[in-house]
């Protein structure tokens, strides 16, 4: 052979162990680079650990879990704010036209099924079925306040168009169409079974809480007799009518006095609660 040939050879042999090393110090690297991420990995998941651990055995300055979206599993048991703050010094009075009846119980409310509440007037009985698994609390606070007669005797003492509020129980009496509106129990609670991304929003035959603003649902109610939105679901469903709807419609069509102002007033019709009562919860 050639001296030539064997100088070619050679520097050939050179130029493949110089690639073979090259690719043998990329793969050594490579290595080491996914050792060390591993390494990283490990070490943030147990921070992660730990911080969990911290933050779910620690005590009561961890921060509160948010609210569940609507439509969520709700929370067991109810809350039952005080209207006046007993923090707050001195005590401001409460209006006269508040009744401290107590509060509901603060659990084993029923949460599966259905109930029927009976409105009783002297028009007759109108019944609403309630969702015991979209308004716990709310059927737990007519159940409250039914058993302590709040409703008795009073006077549906606001109509509009298409709806009539009621359960004021300072409504009452020959001095009812004085009442300002503002009479409830001596407590207040969160909105439950709001009606969002729906169409109407309150369709006819659907009973709601009346408020005065966000969680602060009382003993008041109004009847929708027409289809509307109102001005957002802020107003918490209690259920459906599933009878009386006649007697509502035609205090509806006899209209109002004109009292309230820009189409309000005492119905024309009188409206009289005789009882309120609840039916036991069905599966």
């Not at 709807?245 to 189409?263: C, H, M, P």
Request: aromatic content about 4%; glycine content about 12%.
């Amino acid at each position: 052979m050639s001296p030539t040939k064997d100088r070619q050879r050679a520097a050939a042999r050179a130029r493949l162990e110089r690639e073979m090393a090259a690719r043998a110090a990329k793969a050594r690297k490579r290595r080491q680079l996914q050792a060390g991420i591993g390494a990283g990995v490990a070490a943030l998941l147990v921070i992660v650990g730990a911080v969990w651990l911290v933050t779910s055995l620690g005590g009561d300055d961890s921060p509160a879990p948010t609210a569940q979206a609507s439509g969520s599993a709700a929370p067991a048991g109810c809350k039952w704010n005080p209207l006046v703050d007993p923090a707050v010094t001195p005590q401001p009075t409460p209006p006269a036209t508040v009744r401290d009846v107590g509060t509901p119980p603060t659990s084993g409310e029923p949460r599966t099924g259905t109930q029927i509440l009976n409105i009783t007037t002297n028009l007759g009985v109108i019944k609403v079925k309630m969702d015991l698994t979209k308004a716990p609390c709310i059927a737990s606070s007519f159940a409250h306040l039914s058993a302590k007669n709040l409703y008795n005797d009073t006077k549906c003492h606001r109509a509009f168009t298409g709806m009539l509020q009621c359960g004021d129980p300072s409504a009452k009496g020959k001095g009812w169409r004085t009442t300002d509106g503002t009479g409830g129990p001596a407590y207040r609670y969160a909105d439950e079974n709001l009606p969002v991304g729906q169409r109407p929003a309150y369709p006819r035959g659907t009973l709601a809480m009346a408020n005065s603003g966000e969680a602060t649902n009382g003993s008041q109610f109004f009847f929708i007799l027409r289809d509307t939105d109102l001005d957002g679901p802020k107003y918490s469903v209690v259920g459906t009518i599933v009878e009386g709807l006649n007697i509502l419609d035609d205090v509806d069509k006899a209209g109002n006095d004109g009292s309230g102002g820009q189409g309000t007033g005492h119905p024309k019709k009188e409206v009289v609660i005789k009882s309120v009562t609840l039916d036991p919860p069905q599966a």
